[in-house]
């Protein structure tokens, strides 16, 4: 069974920034095409970005050129480097990973991690 775990959230003031991790157990990482999720308040989930198995990435357009996604495949683990935080980035951040499908889907992700709050003040 595939385990995802996130981490790094946290409290931060606009324009700062903090990086999330999410860390993979089981399965065969380097397989895996990995993408963080959010869903703020009263909002359906959306994609943030994701990192295909080779390293080629994709971003929502509302945190291109803020954020950035990576991946450490000896460490089996993924990051979202987020940087001139916004208050509209204040959701409930999601890791998850799949290997088959379309990785711009969220329907495509079998495994997903338990979230990790961000909060950002104004």
């Known amino acids: 069974q595939v385990q995802l775990a996130e981490s790094g959230g946290g409290l931060v003031q606009a324009g700062g920034s903090l990086r999330l991790s999410c860390a993979v157990s089981s399965g065969t990482f380097i397989i895996y095409a990995m993408g963080w999720f959010r869903q703020a308040p009263g909002k359906q989930r959306e994609l943030v970005a994701t990192i295909a198995s080779g390293g080629s990435t994709y971003y929502a357009d509302s945190v291109k050129g803020r954020f950035t996604i990576s991946r450490d495949n000896a460490e089996n683990t993924v990051f979202l480097q987020m940087n001139s935080l916004k208050p509209e980035d204040t959701a409930l951040y999601y890791c998850?990973?799949?290997?088959?499908?379309?990785?711009?889907?969220?329907?495509?992700?079998?495994?997903w991690g338990q979230g990790t709050q961000v909060t950002v003040s104004a």
């Open positions: 998850a990973a799949t290997n088959s499908g379309n990785y711009l889907r969220q329907t495509s992700y079998p495994y």
